[in-house]
């Protein structure tokens, strides 16, 4: 049997949101995620592309690797202290509570249509054969898998 701990990790939201920031990368892109997104960028462009994008290899020229990592980690660190980041945790821990309930309402039958092999699998690689979709579900909810 599998059992799912589902955990909303605030750091992860914050550097899932901004770095998976294109339409396509979100169940449904709200005006919520989009004025965090907007507030981080405001906050410090250069640290919100770093986080983003990474390093660009021309910049390396005048900094290092240390400077990098600590702009990042002071950007992070400050953002989730943002209003909009708020509202985005309480709707993440929202939608968590939503995905919990379903997943635990048909947790007979999900046992029944895929295994933790399955899970683990497409955690490792992502770009494996498509999962069902009740397990496509449970993972964007920051899922981890255990069996019990």
Known sequence: MINLNFIADR???AVHTIRNS????????ND??????NEAWNFDKEAYNLLRYGPSEMS?????LEGYVQKVKNFQEKIVLFKEFEK????????KKQVMTEWNNNL???????SLHDLNSRVL???????P????????GFARFNSR
């Open 60 to 64: 390396f020229v005048n900094n290092s």
């Open 32 to 37: 919520t995620v989009v004025d965090f997104q």
């Open 11 to 13: 750091n992860l939201l």
């Open 133 to 140: 979709a009740i397990a496509r579900r449970a993972t964007a």
């Open 22 to 29: 294109s339409k396509d990368r979100f169940l449904h892109k």
């Open 88 to 95: 985005l945790t309480a709707e993440t821990l929202q939608a």
């Open 108 to 114: 007979e039958k999900s046992n029944a249509k895929i």
């Open 125 to 131: 690689n992502p770009s494996g054969p498509p999962l």
